[in-house]
């Protein structure tokens, strides 16, 4: 696109692995356009499949939103993306998506900075997303930020929606085959896959007959739980104490444990569990950094990112509360028609 004009406007990306969301905010909080799409984390798909569905949603954000030919989209464009887990990739991402010519200025960061705008007046906490995978940022009154790689087992990761979901098998796998407890999952994920036998499944993924995919099998396992599985809850505890053990070290780190200081959680697998997990670590932080508020973010993480642009731009007063606002109704308009929410995170 071309540079006619750069007007006051705020190009948010919240790509997720699952899903992208654009939104396209005028400096008054006023949503001019969102546009949703499947997940384009260039750490899943690639560089170049990933700016090409941010492109295209991109393109669809400026057309819905009326803006003429040739018009730069916004003044800043704010990406925060999965997968962008180094600040050297979050440089290379900033490059690439500086060079389309959205905007005249650009920030990329990882997606869990974007959650914690979101569920915070000013950006300051710690933010724990556990969605399809898992991480943990926060940041400082004074600037100062602490992070971890989320680069998966090989960066000392447990958690995220696929992880549990292996585990899921791999429980009842080993229930059936006597090296593990007995364990209600093991009739579970018989009837999910149809077959008599776990061994079938395991034969025909080995084999290629079959492409497993463990994430249907996280809100299984939770379910499973909930029933009063001890194996299945053992699973949930570890999850309780991981999210625990994540927020703690990065308030440790950054001297906030006696601190009153937000914690906000997020992701599909945090927060449609009815709150058994976001109610355990609630009251497990609790003894760890007693004045920490633990929240749920109500807005998706889109909001998050279109926040930071604003921050960035020196937005009006009352633009953060007009955007929430919009969010919060179309939330709500959403659970009305007996949808489901999909902001709370990828």
């Known amino acids: ?32 356009a969102d546009v949703r799409g499947p997940g384009a984390s260039p750490q899943n798909v690639g560089l170049a499949r990933g700016l090409e569905v941010f492109g295209e949603l991109v393109a669809e954000a400026a057309r819905r939103a009326g803006l003429p030919p040739g018009e730069r989209v916004a003044a800043h464009t704010a990406a925060y993306l999965a997968g962008a887990d180094l600040p050297r990739e979050e440089e290379d991402l ?30 300051v906490g710690v933010a724990v997303v556990c969605g399809a995978g898992i991480n943990c940022v926060a940041v ?51 009837a999910h896959f149809g077959v008599g036998a776990l061994a079938e499944v395991v034969e025909r993924v080995h084999l290629g007959e079959l492409e497993f995919d463990p994430h249907p099998l996280c809100p299984l396992l939770f379910e499973v739980a909930a029933a009063g599985d001890a ?26 444990l006696a601190e009153p200081v937000t914690v906000v959680l997020g992701g599909g697998v945090l927060t ?49 509360e007009r955007l929430r606002a919009a969010y919060r109704d179309r939330l709500a308009g959403d659970s009305a028609a007996g949808g489901r929410p999909t902001g709370t995170g990828g």
């Not at 900033?94 to 950006?123: H, K, M």
């Not at 104490?241 to 780190?253: D, F, I, K």
């Open 1 to 32: 696109m071309g540079a006619r004009v750069t007007a006051a406007r705020v190009l948010a990306i919240d790509g997720g692995n699952s899903k992208t969301a654009v939104a396209l905010v005028d400096t008054s909080g006023r949503v001019l």
């Open 94 to 123: 900033r490059a690439a998506i500086g060079a389309r010519g959205w905007s005249a200025t650009t920030a990329v960061g990882n997606d869990t900075f974007a959650l914690l705008r979101a569920g915070t007046p000013d950006g």
């Open 272 to 320: 449609g569990t009815g709150g058994a997990v976001v109610g355990a670590v609630r009251r497990r932080l609790a003894e760890l950094a007693p004045r920490a508020e633990v929240r749920v973010v109500d807005v998706p993480p889109v909001v998050g990112a279109a926040l930071l642009g604003l921050d960035a731009l020196g937005a009006a007063q009352g633009a953060e």
């Open 140 to 190: 400082a009154r004074d600037g100062r930020t602490h992070r971890f790689p989320a680069l998966g087992r090989i960066s000392g990761d447990w958690g995220g929606g696929g992880h549990i979901g292996g585990e899921a098998l791999w429980l009842a796998v080993r229930a059936e085959d006597g090296r593990g407890e007995p364990t209600a999952l093991l009739p579970a994920l018989r």
């Open 231 to 256: 194996v299945a809850r053992a699973v949930v505890e570890r999850l309780v104490e991981e999210v625990v053990l994540l927020a703690s070290v990065s308030l440790r780190r950054l001297a906030l």
